[in-house]
């Protein structure tokens, strides 16, 4: 129905910055809600980033609020997170989502989710 796929990720010292993208094909029209989740080795899976792509309204976990925006093209079908001043508590694997005629919200738990991209790994370390 829907495919997620999630580039960007890599290396970066602390302080760094990378951009992250996830490209959304198939049926998209209903998937209103997208963003990123983030998963860390011993941790859940929890929410970074989300934003409603009708109205464009954003939502930030505070772990990230104030370093990380995240953003969409004007097709609606790209979502773009800029991850800056990144600290090495940021390190996990970075997950693209997107929720299927459902609303959009700080919090939303993971098991809300109804696509899911397969991953890319984010690393800070010096």
């Known amino acids: 129905q829907v495919q997620l796929v999630e580039s960007g990720g890599g290396s970066v010292q602390p302080g760094g910055s990378l951009r992250l993208s996830c490209a959304a094909s198939g049926y998209t029209y209903s998937t209103n809600c997208m963003g990123w989740f983030r998963q860390a080795p011993g941790k859940g899976r929890e929410g970074v980033a989300l934003l409603h792509t009708g109205s464009g309204s954003t939502y930030y976990a505070d772990s990230v609020k104030g370093r990380f925006t995240i953003s969409q093209d004007n097709a609606k079908n790209t979502v773009f997170l800029q991850m800056n001043s990144l600290k090495p508590e940021d390190t996990a694997m970075y997950y693209c989502?997107?929720?299927?005629?459902?609303?959009?919200?700080?919090?939303?738990?993971?098991?809300?989710?109804?696509?899911w991209g397969q991953g890319t790994q984010v690393t800070v370390s010096s």
């Open positions: 989502a997107a929720r299927e005629g459902g609303s959009c919200y700080t919090n939303l738990p993971a098991g809300f989710v109804d696509y």
